[in-house]
């Protein structure tokens, strides 16, 4: 099946009706019930919001972005009119203290889509998707090719238990809308992938939202770009709980937030960024990135883990900062090679001044509270510096 579009979305599910409700009691991250006056039902989707950041415990009091906040969505596993259970308790806490909204929502359930090409006009002042998902319960999609969306091709709305098993996408233009693949969008859970493939997008896949709710448990396999403006795998700073196997493409990976990880990746070109919006709790293994000009971070990264990481850097981008942002403190390595292939061993300074200047003169800046088993740099005027307290080092190879 073929589907050609001239207009902003070719194919979209309704947004359901919500039923706006009042909390008068805590809901706390191991509870599985919340006392609340309802009319909900079996199956129905409740969301509790707070106005408590999500990015407190990495952001060092700084707002991210303005929707960056606590938001949840659970699905109800019995109701009666004055109380709510769930089918699991939530991750965020829900004191009435902080509550700044909640509401039921009955999602469309089951269903599926399998073999369709979704082609959008190809245009430069047109902000289309291919297909929304919106308010959804258990989707299954099979097979999906999408060309021309400027947005995204497919996003996630509000939905739990959504799976694919294959995604092609051909990426709009640049310049509009935000050019996702796969866009993971405002609460949704428990989404499940085996492969996304994407040229010429922003970010073949994407964790993101409005600010609605907190998008959790997404699990994908193989994440391909080519071509891809930005991050080939991305998540905001207001997402937890992702997991990308098997990133290959150019410009990196960035999961921001809590709880994500990244199982093998293979990055040539561009730029890297581990979590440019920070994060806590993360966990990157088995990472290969080769010709990249850059490692960067707009924010923290606090409490992670990092496996084997090797980064072979060509073209230093002059203006970029190799490293992590300050306050970036309790992280452990296992194995960190950081390499610079445009220096020259034994060169002059002057044969060196276009790959090596005041932003990347230091192969790596260790930070507080670092734990890092071997390390090695190669090609660097200073291979490590360190200034912090509470830094422990097993081996380490400087030439």
């Known amino acids: ?20 409700l009042t909390q008068t009691n805590d809901l706390l ?21 707070s106005t408590r950041r999500f990015t407190t415990d990495w952001d060092n009091g700084v707002e991210i972005r303005p929707g960056y906040v606590d938001g949840e969505i659970l ?30 929502f009955t999602p469309t359930k089951g269903g599926g889509i399998n073999n369709v090409d979704f082609i959008g006009i190809s245009s430069t002042n047109q902000n289309n998707y291919g297909l929304i998902l919106n308010t959804w319960d258990g989707f299954k999609i099979g097979t999906l090719r999408f060309s021309n969306f400027n947005v995204a091709g497919l996003q996630i709305n509000k939905c739990m238990n959504v799976s694919w098993d294959n995604i092609y996408t051909i990426g709009g233009t640049s310049d ?56 080939t795998a991305d998540a905001h700073g207001n997402t937890a709980f992702f997991t990308y196997h098997n990133v290959v493409g150019n410009n990196g990976f960035s999961l921001s937030g809590i709880g994500h990880r990244v199982v093998k ?16 709790q993360l966990t990157f293994n088995d990472i290969y990135a080769k010709n990249i000009n850059r490692l960067t971070q707009s924010n923290s990264i606090k409490n992670s883990f990092f496996g ?92």
């Not at 099946?1 to 706006?20: D, G």
């Not at 596993?77 to 909640?102: H, I, M, R, W």
């Not at 990746?265 to 806590?280: H, K, R, T």
Request: hydrophobic residues 40%.
């Open 1 to 20: 099946t073929t589907l050609n579009n001239t207009v902003a979305v070719l194919l979209t599910s309704p947004v359901k009706t919500v039923t706006a």
């Open 29 to 49: 991250s191991n509870q599985t019930t919340n006392t609340i006056a309802n009319t909900a039902i079996l199956g129905d989707f409740v969301r509790y919001k």
């Open 75 to 104: 699905k109800i596993k019995t109701a009666t009119s004055t109380t709510l259970e769930f089918e699991n308790a939530p991750f965020l806490n829900f004191p009435v203290s902080t509550q700044d909204g909640v509401e039921f």
């Open 176 to 231: 509009l809308g935000l050019n996702y693949g796969v866009s993971i969008n405002d609460g949704s859970k428990y989404i499940n992938g085996n492969n996304v493939r994407a040229k010429g997008c922003r970010h073949v896949i994407a964790g993101v939202g409005t600010g609605y709710a907190i998008p959790m448990y997404v699990d994908v396999q193989n994440v391909i770009g080519e071509a891809s403006v930005s991050h």
């Open 265 to 280: 990746a293979v990055i040539n070109g561009g730029f890297l960024a581990f979590a440019n919006e920070g994060g806590i």
């Open 308 to 399: 084997k990481i090797r980064l072979e850097f060509k073209g230093l981008n002059p203006s970029g900062t190799l490293g992590f942002r300050i306050l970036s403190t309790n992280n452990s390595f296992d194995e960190l090679s950081i390499i610079n292939t445009d220096f020259i061993l034994g060169g002059t300074a002057v044969e060196n001044d276009a790959t090596v200047n005041a932003n990347s003169i230091y192969g790596m800046t260790f930070q507080e509270g670092w734990r890092i088993n071997k390390f090695y740099a190669e090609g660097f005027p200073i291979g490590m510096f360190c200034s912090a307290k509470n830094i422990s080092i097993g081996e380490f190879k400087l030439l």
